[in-house]
């Protein structure tokens, strides 16, 4: 069977959930094995949870050059892998660094790369994917022409499923090829204790009609009831209300949650560029005419400062 090649993105020591989604649309398109780099110790339990998702190999590859550089070496070992393996395809979670590393693997190897895919399904030429483009107006389905086709995926695209599989670890020496740009000082993020904006299976945002940067606390009382990411329009971030690492839109992040809950937002074609692929959309905004109303599969006509407490009280009270 094709042996589809899944980079897995872990963090702490373990798998991040975008990996598991990325598990299980490879068994769509061939057989799955992982690739797990510089994960030091931990490997074993993350080669343990990929075998759970239906990796039959797990290659596992270490070093200091995987947490001391930049995305090179994690280059270097894919594309070791994608050509000693024969492998079908290789698939990366989009993020800002995974689509670094498939640019980069797909320019090595002289191959087709897909970005942003929200679906994979088999072809007769090979794997399928559709992606969602021109601010979610359209669907598009791609089959790479040329090489191994290497694609990345949206976070939330699939719901992870599990599958188990041998997950026999099978380690590899990666021969580095140097030049890459050197990490010389880390400095760790403050943690807001909630999801990540783009892997969230629910994000509540808040736009202009929040008022102020005190005004995003019922909006974070709601995220928080839900387990829900916090996210922002551009209008709330430009006016200083919310860090610019949560805005959603087209000079955002990208998101494509279960459950998207916009308010106090107009609904711009700029934001729904980042946002119009959530699986299910909830808007409360007090003018019936927004626009937002218009792509909302339910919505709320009302004063958020009213409404959200009332939905907060009622998720805690359930
Ligand atoms: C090149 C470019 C890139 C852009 N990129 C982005 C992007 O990435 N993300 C993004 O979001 N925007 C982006 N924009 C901006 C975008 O065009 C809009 O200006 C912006 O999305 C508007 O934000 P908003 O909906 O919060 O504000 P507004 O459009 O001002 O809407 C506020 C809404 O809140 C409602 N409201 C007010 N008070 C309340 C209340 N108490 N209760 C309930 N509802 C209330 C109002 O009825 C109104 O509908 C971009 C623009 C350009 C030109």
Known sequence: MAEILVLVDHADGAVRKPALELLTLARRIGEPSAVVLGAGEAAASIAATAGEYGAATVYVADG?????????????????????????????????????????????????????????????????????????????????????????????????????AAGTVENVTVAFTGNAAKVVARTPRVSTGRPELTESAIVVSGGRGVGAAEGFAVVEKLADSLGAAVGASRAAVDAGWYPHSNQVGQTGKQVSPQLYVAAGISGAIQHRAGMQTSKTIVAVNKDPEAPIFDLVDYGVVGDLFEVLPQLTDEIGAR
């Open 64 to 164: 200091a050059e995987f947490t001391d550089q930049l995305v090179v070496p994690k280059v270097d070992a894919l594309t070791q892998l994608a050509k000693e393996k024969g492998a079908a395809a290789v698939l990366v979670t989009s993020s800002g660094e995974g689509k670094e590393v498939a640019a980069r693997v797909a320019l090595r190897l002289g191959s087709g790369l897909i970005t942003d895919a929200v679906e994979l399904e088999a072809g007769e030429n090979g794997p399928v994917a559709t992606q969602s483009v021109f601010a979610a107006s359209y669907q598009v389905k791609s089959t790479v022409t040329r090489g191994v086709p290497v694609i990345t995926v949206k976070p939330n695209s699939a719901a992870p499923e599990a599958s188990s």
